[in-house]
């Protein structure tokens, strides 16, 4: 209602709940301004499913005109992987925020958290927030136990610090609104009992759903590297992908054309309908063609190849960019 | 062995135990230089028993030319404590140091952490620390629970971090040796296991009892402050608190010069011979003279009473003094 016209990733609904969100929109009609938080942890490359809720937040910070808190939590994948070195989730921080600021954030208003070097403003809000959990808390959010490490624990704490951390800097109480995939709102939940003990407002999401594998059935996830488009694959990379994709259609073309194929089990279809294609009236005829079996696969996947490959094109140029942006990006240079 | 003669503290077994001394001191022999690190809670004034470690400290300072990590654990107390906010754990933190340096720690050798403010650097390690242990450990070894905050359980990485700082930041494995009241072993226990998981040497330790209040048994506590003599103190303070003082006398002039007092149970005794009588002899005679009756309760406290005002006297003027060496103690400062 702010912002013209619905982004596509609301109107398809990948961005499907909320909390809050309401509320913090009364405040922006009334002129309260809020600021942004999303981020990443830095486990390894980055892939399209990745870059869903970040296109989402660049939205939200162009029709708002937000500033935006993007925090790297390169302690946590350091505290859950055994083999990973401070060094490694140093390295994929920094890589990984090429990605971040290739989606075409504004570099006034987007500060970059790195947990680990930014430690120095991160602790001391973090503890304030610690005070308030106690362990029962986190092992039953979280499903921690008893063999968890204490640093783990302790995370929570350092995840909630971006919803408060403009507050803490200008003395004034600024609400925050959370972009992100579901999985993370456990955190939120944990963080929104805290807030008002600390005398903060609680901060609000937005919550989206996982872009689906090119395999059959599943999330996109980077440890099943054939079923993941990665920001920096070729044009080979992708046609190769794409042409090995699991899609909704029949076993020959015969049947294809007789029955029709479908679309809602089908991560082409899926891909098209959620990122690659804006326009409501093409979404709904490629269903139909589908459905219909006047669309083969090959086609469809073909068509988004292209698409896919054209927008990795894009991003690929603007990810060279961002190396010479990076600096102005980092909070520890505000 | 040395540092020519022993220590007071040393020779009156003050510090009474410890883990790889002769380790450390053979490692000194063949050449190798070792850190000091030990450390205080700021939560409120320091008192004369907090002086105890710090003047041995600086004994071993000067004896091995070695360089001391201080720590100021702001973060513990603000964790701890329910009522207590980080600006006020900082204020003490600051407070306390100024006692630190007025002890006598050379300058260019001693660097004062302050946890909150060296969270940069402090965060890095600690969560390396973290990693290795689980909230079993912290549970059995520290008696925290399931209603314990979050923070205070990740609080022992932090405090072990001194102990590999030096390591850190040289590149070089740095041998560490810890004096520090008993109560903190169970700190080194943990640490000790999990130093070589990380590469580094683990550390030593040499331990010292408490100094007893001027009340009847227990520690000096500055929850008590009637049986403490407080750094800041007035010369006033120090009369009246001495003259209130238990002592190990009987309950008449008569029956003292008649059965002698008790110095194994005197505080008063015990101050002379912990930390303001020097002199072998002259501590034996005072011995000796109490346990006859020749020394009367009231002669020994104005004594004593006399030693502590001259020994405060300096130290506030030191004190005073810190002031303006302060920046230059700072680990941040560096």
Request: charged share 30%; glycine share 6%.
């Amino acid at each position: 209602r702010h912002a013209g016209e619905l982004h596509l990733q609301l109107r398809r609904r990948l961005f499907f709940s909320h909390r809050d969100l309401d509320w913090i929109l009364d405040m922006y009609e009334a002129g309260r301004k809020f600021v942004l938080y999303t981020g990443r942890g830095p486990s390894g490359p980055v892939h399209i499913g990745h870059l869903v809720p970040w296109i989402f937040t660049k939205y939200l910070q162009d029709a708002f005109d937000a500033k935006l808190y993007f925090q790297m939590t390169d302690d946590e994948k350091f505290l859950v992987n055994p083999d990973f070195t401070l060094d490694k989730t140093r390295r994929l921080a920094y890589d990984n925020a090429l990605d971040v600021i290739a989606v075409g954030f504004d570099a006034k208003k987007t500060k970059i958290i790195m947990d680990v070097e930014d430690a120095d403003i991160i602790y001391k809000i973090a503890i304030r927030v610690a005070k308030k959990i106690t362990f029962s808390t986190i092992r039953a959010v979280f499903g921690l136990n008893e063999s968890s490490n204490i640093g783990i624990i302790f995370f929570p704490a350092v995840q909630a610090v971006p919803c408060f951390i403009e507050s803490e800097l200008t003395g004034e109480n600024v609400p925050c609104l959370i972009p992100a995939a579901i999985d993370q709102d456990p955190y939120w939940r944990v963080t929104r009992d805290v807030a008002p003990k600390l005398g903060y407002l609680k901060p609000a999401q937005i919550h989206c759903k996982f872009l689906p594998g090119l395999g059959k059935g599943g999330k996109m996830s980077a440890s099943l590297p054939e079923t993941c488009i990665f920001t920096t694959d070729s044009p080979e990379d992708v046609d190769r992908k794409i042409w090995n994709a699991f899609t909704g259609g029949r076993p020959t073309v015969k049947e294809q054309k007789m029955h029709g194929g479908d679309p809602t089990i089908c991560p082409i279809y899926y891909y098209d309908h959620y990122l690659f294609e804006d326009d409501d009236r093409k979404i709904k005829e490629i269903y139909m063609k589908c459905r219909s079996g006047d669309l083969l696969c090959g086609e469809h996947k073909t068509m988004l190849s292209e698409k896919i490959k054209k927008f990795l094109k894009e991003h690929q140029k603007r990810r060279e960019k961002a190396k010479d942006l990076l600096d102005e990006f980092l909070f520890k240079n505000r």
